[in-house]
């Protein structure tokens, strides 16, 4: 185990709800990353956080956004919902600055979208 | 776009060595060679990383040919728990932030 947790493990919405996911770093990390994962595909990056401020985004719509808080731990906040929008949702810690810095992923959040 | 191309699968003995290779071509000087690997559905696991010399860590053996255009990660002896998604991903030094995943290699250890 990595020590990077997650919170729900799993999710159902309707289209154009809004949901909000949580990630907890690992101890003595002190970036959080976003990814989505369709079925079948590799992860895409969404964003990071470091030091509570967005530190490069992917090629995602502005609904998707994000928080850091002092503890490192991460929110990801979707709005307006789409069916497109189901995947499964993972979060990364790194401590930046450290040579050859590595992620480290949670078990991450699978969200439905009916 | 990832900058590595890898099979889309391989099958593999238990207790053999699996030999996972990826194409790498346009790597440049200073980029690291990054594997993860991504069992069903779990988040992914990163395994190992180089620069140009070969690397062993407890988990697998990363082996990086001279020119630096591809290399092979080898587990040692799999065993059905290696069964996974494994990614290779080219990164460069010093840019802590996204991760470009591919397709990766679907490995199936088979019993």
């Known amino acids: 185990e990595t020590g990077v947790t997650q919170s729900p493990t799993h999710l159902i919405k309707t289209r154009g709800q809004q949901v909000t996911l949580r990630c907890s770093s690992q101890?003595?990390?002190?970036?959080v990353s976003w990814y989505q994962q369709a079925l079948g595909q590799g992860p895409q990056f969404i964003f990071q956080?470091?030091?509570?401020?967005?530190?490069g985004r992917g090629n995602f719509p502005p609904r998707f956004s994000g928080l850091q808080f002092p503890n490192y731990s991460s929110e990801l906040n979707v709005n307006a919902l789409e069916l497109d929008d189901s995947a499964l949702y993972l979060c990364?810690?790194?401590?930046?600055?450290?040579?050859?810095?590595?992620?480290?992923f949670g078990p991450g959040t699978r969200l439905l979208v009916l | 776009d990832a900058k590595t191309t890898q099979p889309p699968s391989m099958d593999c003995a238990e207790g053999r060595a699996a030999n996972l290779p990826c194409n790498h071509s346009?790597?440049?000087?200073?980029?690291?060679v990054y594997w993860y690997r991504q069992i069903h559905s779990q988040g992914p696991q990163y395994i190992i990383h180089?620069?140009?010399n070969n690397e062993t860590n407890e988990m697998a053996s990363l082996i990086i040919t001279e020119d630096r255009k591809s290399s092979t990660l080898i587990l040692p002896h799999a065993t059905l728990r290696d069964t996974a998604v494994y990614y290779c991903?080219?990164?460069?030094?010093?840019?802590?932030?996204?991760?470009?995943f591919g397709k990766g290699t679907r490995l199936h250890i088979l019993p």
């Open positions: 990364a810690s790194s401590l930046v600055g450290q040579a050859r810095e590595t992620q480290y």
């Open positions: 101890s003595g990390h002190n970036t």
């Open positions: 956080y470091y030091r509570e401020e967005e530190n």
């Open positions: 346009t790597i440049s000087g200073n980029e690291y």
């Open positions: 180089g620069l140009k």
């Open positions: 991903i080219v990164r460069p030094p010093n840019r802590d932030d996204k991760i470009i």
